[in-house]
């Protein structure tokens, strides 16, 4: 009896058939593959999240704005919409909270699924990145509002106004880095977009003196803390079509190779 049907291929590391009848050369070129598959994957769903996580939130802002009697952009911060603990630089104690509904329930709720969804979205691009320094600014920008939208300012206003803070660095520091690894034109406007809501966070941070010198450049309290969070909310509905749009996956994929 021969003894040719007894015998097994053993795998081989050049170029020879494997146990799966494959050689070296495609068994390396499906895992390629595999790879490429799901690195689109992961970022195409970090891109769903954030478009999502920054669109919803535009379009219930706008909503609890008009449930909200005498709402003003230009006076009355974002996070008034949930709960008004404050009027800006008055001199007397902080006033009673003033809670509206449903404009209340609204913002608390669009802030913390807009931090929800960014902090996942920068979970997920991490992982198919592995881009340290960007997903932990991301994630910042996505833990802060969570945390703001979670603690409004009737429950704990210190708490508020840091995690709020925190994500304004964040999202503008991460617009930031992310010129060196977007393509153009896109890197371009998200350097722009950083840079001008990082430096609207001056104004915002060091209010007082700001304020006082030219109602801060007329556009008031509530003006220039939307010149910090809008232009990170449009950057990050930016990015967000650009990751569902595979760019970043193609070149991803050939830095493993």
């Known amino acids: 009896m021969s003894t040719e049907q007894n015998k097994v291929v053993e795998p081989s590391t050049h170029g020879g058939p494997s146990r799966s009848g494959q050689t070296a050369p495609q068994m390396s070129g499906d895992h390629s593959l595999h790879f490429m598959a799901k690195v689109t994957r992961m970022l195409k769903a970090a891109g769903v999240l954030a478009f999502v996580a920054a669109a919803q939130w535009v379009l219930l802002v706008i909503v609890a704005e008009t449930q909200y009697p005498n709402y003003s952009p230009q006076h009355n911060f ?9 009027r800006g630089l008055s001199l007397t104690p902080i006033t009673p909270c003033v809670i509206v509904s449903p404009s209340s329930l609204i913002w608390d709720t669009t802030l913390s699924l807009m931090g929800l969804l960014s902090l996942v979205s920068a979970v997920l691009f991490y992982g198919a990145t592995r881009k340290k320094g960007f997903s932990i600014l991301f994630g910042i920008w996505g833990l802060g509002a969570l945390i703001a939208g979670a603690v409004p300012e009737n429950l704990l206003l210190s708490v508020h106004e ?71 909310i449009i950057w990050e509905i930016a990015f967000g079509a650009y990751l569902m749009s595979g760019a970043l996956s193609t070149s991803r994929a050939k830095e493993a190779k």
């Open 78 to 86: 974002l996070s008034d919409l949930g709960a008004t603990c404050h």
């Open 162 to 232: 840091l995690a709020s803070l925190a994500a304004f660095l964040g999202g503008g520091i991460a617009a930031i880095v992310a010129f060196w690894f977007l393509k153009s034109p896109l890197k371009y406007l998200s350097l722009v977009l950083g840079l001008f809501s990082f430096a609207s966070v001056i104004p915002v941070t060091f209010e007082g003196p700001f304020f006082r010198w030219n109602g801060i450049f007329g556009l008031g309290l509530g003006g220039i803390e939307r010149m910090v969070v809008y232009p990170i």
